[in-house]
């Protein structure tokens, strides 16, 4: 029995008050339709995706689904005037007699594929499943002059998000009711209450995923996806066997942990450092590195750079030089890095490391925090510009993390408090192995 998601993306948008219906908005360089049927995509409990499309917007949509080779896309239909009936399209288009089916609001790009998972589970034991989050908010029912009529206890009122779940003969059968009784909903959970078909089954949803729909939702996305990061992957690390991996900054701390534990695994090992004469803000070196490298491999698999460096003072009372190098390897060492890289990468990954300072500046701390996030955005910016390059490119973003930097400022720490740096080392290589790209991995104590 397959399961589908039917992505609704007929809107017009008209509330945002843009050009263009905002499912083809682009937000952190990708439009939001994108980002949604991405996560469905790469979901490995969802078989097939629908798309109902804004008639108008066909021609797009097919751009979108050949640029990024979305595997999973079966179909594109043409949407009609309200939602349910774009359901309603999406749903009869479906040809098998059983099947789930997930339906989701293309304006929804933060979905997390845990909540597919729990719908896709929920179905085994109910017919039809909603996604809700508890309300923050007192709400008020109020009639046609605006005066309270209400206030309902707030423990029993949630705040409905997609997708909405169902068994395929149920809510087909739903929508046909409807159409005979020309009935009318906000959504296909409400069709099924209206209907009397089946109990509802509710999960709880994510404060992330949100709607957009007004024009400050455009500008809310665009901050979330900057500071939107995911837990490491899991991989068989077996599979790093031959494979070439080149460190920057491989003579201590996470560097080493990453040489060390990638060697057991039988990889390659290529560690640079200014212990061995390649600083990475010197680009002629790296590239003299990663020459000699390729040309007794023949390939590079992968490329980390762990080079960095802490400096602790008031901005006005550093000397410029100091302020200087600190941005040289902190930053341009990866932009060194990244800009050699797709020469020697083939179908490969590249990884740099931030702080949990990038989303806010500390103080005492300013260089150090601005170059981290500097790091993220041109991790993000790199995996746009490398989107038909075949390289993936991840920023690893650990808690503090017991390292010889760490312990030169900070002094002796309790052990508990801090990650072991073959914990860090474990997620970095995990993250190597997998598809990901753009994205911010956070590593923390377990």
Not at 334 to 354: D, E, H, W
Not at 407 to 428: H, Q, R, S, W, Y
Request: glycine share 6%; aromatic share 6%; hydrophobic share 40%.
């Amino acid at each position: 029995m397959k399961t589908y998601a039917i992505i609704l993306a007929s809107g017009k948008g008209e509330r945002t008050g843009l050009d263009i219906p905002k499912q083809f908005v682009k937000i952190a360089g990708k439009t939001v339709l994108e980002h949604t049927i991405n996560t469905f995509d790469k979901h490995t409990g969802i078989d097939e995706i629908i798309i109902v499309s804004n008639p108008d917007y066909i021609s797009l949509t097919e751009d979108i689904i050949k640029r990024n080779d979305f595997k999973k896309v079966k179909k594109i239909l043409a949407g009609g005037k309200t939602r349910r009936e774009s359901s309603y399209i999406g749903v009869s288009s479906i040809e098998e007699e059983n099947g789930k089916v997930l339906i989701h609001d293309a304006v929804r790009p933060f979905l997390q594929s845990k909540i597919i998972d729990e719908c896709i589970s929920a179905l085994d034991s109910y017919k039809a499943v909603d996604v809700a989050i508890n309300s923050a908010d007192t709400i008020v029912k109020v009639d046609n002059k605006n005066i309270i009529e209400e206030i309902p206890e707030r423990k029993y009122l949630k705040r409905g998000q997609t997708p909405q779940a169902f068994e395929l003969q149920l809510i087909r059968k739903a929508h046909e009711l409807a159409n005979n009784n020309n009935i009318t909903v906000t959504d296909d959970c409400g069709l099924i209450v209206k209907l009397k078909l089946a109990d509802v089954y509710v999960i709880n949803g994510d404060d992330f995923n949100r709607k957009i729909t007004y024009p400050i939702d455009v500008a809310i996305a665009d901050k979330l996806f900057q500071l939107n990061s995911i837990n490491a992957p899991k991989n068989d690390l077996s599979k790093l066997k031959d494979k070439v991996l080149v460190i920057f900054g491989a003579s201590k701390g996470i560097g080493k942990a990453i040489s060390e534990m990638a060697k057991d695994y039988g990889a390659k090992i290529y560690g640079f450092s200014r212990k061995t004469g390649v600083d990475v803000t010197e680009f002629k070196q790296i590239q003299k590195a990663l020459d000699e490298v390729y040309s007794k491999e023949n390939k590079i698999d992968y490329i980390v750079n762990t080079a960095g460096l802490l400096r602790m003072g008031k901005l006005n009372c550093r000397e410029i030089d100091d302020i200087i190098e600190e941005v040289k390897i902190n930053y341009m060492g990866c932009v060194n890095i990244a800009q050699l890289a797709p020469k020697y990468l083939n179908k490969g990954s590249l990884i740099f490391f931030t702080s949990s300072s990038y989303t806010r500046g500390r103080a005492l701390y300013s260089i150090y925090s601005s170059t981290k996030a500097a790091i993220v955005n041109l991790t993000q910016a790199l995996a746009e510009e490398w989107e038909n390059e075949h390289i993936n490119i991840n920023v690893i973003n650990p808690e503090r993390t017991a390292t010889p930097m760490r312990l030169e400022n900070f002094g002796k720490e309790p052990e508990d408090t801090l990650l072991k740096a073959e914990t860090v080392a474990e997620a970095c290589l995990n993250t190597l192995l997998s598809d990901y790209t753009g994205q911010v991995i956070d590593v923390k104590r377990r």
